[in-house]
């Protein structure tokens, strides 16, 4: 069945045919003609409405061919071959076709593309597997396991705090007492020193241990402490088998073995065990000070100082130094309450060898200095590259674990971490950048934070920032960001260190005024009368480089302070008020800082 329709150049009527055949037909052409027509629209890649209508072209062509009297041979002879003819056509008719369907061509096409070359980077990153060759526990805890057991500390703290029973509460059974910083004859200093006495025998236990060379705590995923099975508590799980989890957004653990295994997950439970200790054993200074046993207040902050030394040794691990700092700062605290509240309970000879003890305590007990020991962190960055990226043998790799590296993220940000679907892992895969670039980029912010340590304080913070120029920048972050999450507030941690120094020299230099008080009956004008009977030299400020400044006693306060400038450099005379910090690398929004820092008083 046909209809006739206009012909596309004239007047002719055309037959509009259901197929190409159809209309060949009825054309009457010769059949070589014919057969030609049939074998080039056999060959067009061309809609069927287009193909009817070449058919129609080239019916034509031969028609007014034969008309001009050339025959079917000639016509063919000019005619070329097929095969290139139908390409010719198919692309002509293409160029013809409207807009709608070049555009999704072109996107068909270019998502035809990225679809293979998504399977590519799919393949490449299914197939890449991390190797782990190093292990960091074994070098982190090297010192610890060449110690025999019973030269370690770490056995003997576990012991007395799984019996050492629940913490007293408050007077106004609103809280747990606070045993660092309970006030002298108080209702809950009394509940306190019931709670000492009671359990004397443990806290003789730590200081025994607090004397031993090695802390002896053992890194590990898994921890041998649990407190939930210490006296009238409930137990919920198997100590050994007590564990770390990184929880999602939603609240719920999440892991995966590449995760769980690493240094990163390690458990620090021996930290916590250690501020309670150093909080109880403070208390027992005072209350033996108040008591007039000299020699178990002094044995209770040299036991301080053990379980300082101890938090810091770690395997050199960053926060293990930060609470060894904090419990060497609450046990400078205590010393100046017992000279301020007791100031008969300790002898000349008392005060030395506290003194001595006081003054031998540093912050990087491995290298009898003061310098931050950033081994552990660096051994944490090299392990969880090992485990989220593949080794070509040569230091480099891919990363073939974006999901081990999201987790990491959510454990380390207090901010919620961008979650990306498993499909985009070999994409990001492509653009993180590779293991070598990413070591690098990490080694170099710690080799900054090293040099930067050696600067005075208020050079170190402008050099930090320079520093962080370039780690701050968003492009950097995104490519190195397991170096970005695993960067500490390095910055900060310099500050801490400094300020943990000067609270040491401080602490010295205030026994040193409580030696000159009792042998002149009265405090030095200056600390330049200290040096060097009492003092080898006076301690520095490491804000502004000067002697630590001295308030001696007056009409207003009856004891001497001893200060820094802070971060301010600004001297106000002593006045510790709390103003808003300035914006500092690694600092939190809205943090806090004094006007001055009070490192020794006697209140």
Request: aromatic share 8%; glycine share 6%.
């Amino acid at each position: 069945m046909s209809t006739a329709t206009a012909s596309p150049g004239g007047d002719t009527p055309r037959q509009t045919h259901a197929s190409p055949a159809g209309v060949v037909t009825d054309s009457q052409l010769p059949e070589p003609l014919g057969q030609r027509v049939l074998e080039v629209t056999g060959k067009l890649r061309l809609w069927k409405r287009e193909r009817i209508d070449v058919t129609h072209e080239l019916v034509s062509h031969f028609a007014e061919g034969l008309a001009k009297g050339q025959t079917p041979e000639d016509l063919l002879a000019d005619f070329g071959d097929p095969t290139h003819t139908a390409r010719l056509i198919s692309r002509a008719k293409r160029r013809q076709r409207p807009l709608w369907w070049k555009l999704t061509r072109g996107f068909g096409f270019t998502l035809l593309a990225l679809c293979t070359l998504y399977a590519g980077l799919a393949i490449r990153y299914a197939s890449g597997r991390p190797t782990i060759a190093v292990d960091y526990f074994a070098q982190l805890n090297a010192t610890t396991l060449a110690t025999p057991v019973e030269e370690r500390a770490w056995p003997r703290y576990r012991d007395a705090i799984m019996r050492l029973p629940e913490l007293p509460t408050s007077a106004d059974g609103k809280h747990f007492i606070e045993f660092g910083y309970v006030e002298p004859d108080t209702a809950d200093w009394h509940i306190a020193a019931k709670y000492a006495q009671e359990n004397a025998h443990i806290i003789a236990q730590v200081r025994e241990a607090s004397t031993l060379p090695v802390g002896g705590y053992v890194l590990s995923t898994t921890t041998d402490f649990n407190p939930s099975l210490r006296p009238g508590r409930t137990p919920v799980m198997n100590p050994s088998s007590a564990r770390r989890s990184i929880t999602g957004m939603d609240g719920k653990a999440q892991g995966v073995q590449e995760v769980d295994d690493a240094l990163i997950s390690a458990i620090l439970p021996n930290l916590a065990v250690y501020r309670e200790f150093a909080r109880l054993l403070t208390f027992d200074a005072r209350l033996a000070a108040s008591q007039g046993d000299a020699p178990r207040a002094i044995a209770n902050l040299q036991a301080v100082n053990g379980l300082a030394r101890h938090a810091s040794d770690p395997g050199g691990m960053l926060i293990g130094q930060l609470v060894g700092q904090a419990i060497y700062g609450l046990n400078s605290f205590a010393l100046s309450e017992v000279v301020a509240n007791w100031p008969g309970a300790l002898s000349d000879a008392d005060l030395l060898t506290i003194s001595q003890d006081f003054s031998g305590w540093r912050i990087n007990p491995a290298k009898q200095d003061d310098s931050i020991n950033l081994d552990g962190e660096r051994a944490v960055m090299y392990d969880l590259l090992q485990r989220l990226y593949t080794d070509d043998g040569h230091g480099d790799g891919r990363l073939v674990n974006i999901h081990a590296m999201r987790l990491v993220e959510v454990s380390n940000r207090m901010n919620q971490p961008t979650y990306l679907p498993a499909f985009a892992g070999p994409i990001t895969s492509q653009l993180m950048a590779g293991r070598a670039e990413m070591r690098r980029a990490y080694d170099d912010a710690l080799k900054s934070a090293a040099q930067n340590a050696k600067l005075p304080l208020p050079q170190q913070q402008a050099a930090w920032a320079q520093a962080l120029q370039r780690f701050d920048d968003p492009v950097w972050k995104q490519r190195h960001l397991l170096a970005s999450i695993m960067l500490p507030a390095l910055g900060r941690t310099n500050n801490s260190f400094a300020m943990a120094t000067s609270q040491r020299e401080a602490t010295v230099a205030g026994i040193a005024l409580e030696r000159y008080r009792r042998s002149h009956g009265t405090y030095p004008a200056t600390l330049a009368e200290l040096v060097p009977e009492y003092l080898p030299s006076i301690p520095l400020d490491p804000w502004d480089g000067k002697p630590i400044k001295y308030l001696p006693p007056d009409a207003s306060r009856p004891t001497p302070i001893l200060y820094s400038v802070g971060e301010n450099q600004i001297d106000n005379l002593g006045d510790d008020t709390l103003v808003p910090a300035p914006p500092c690398p690694g600092r939190r929004p809205n943090e806090q800082m004094s006007n001055d820092r009070i490192l020794w008083q006697l209140s």
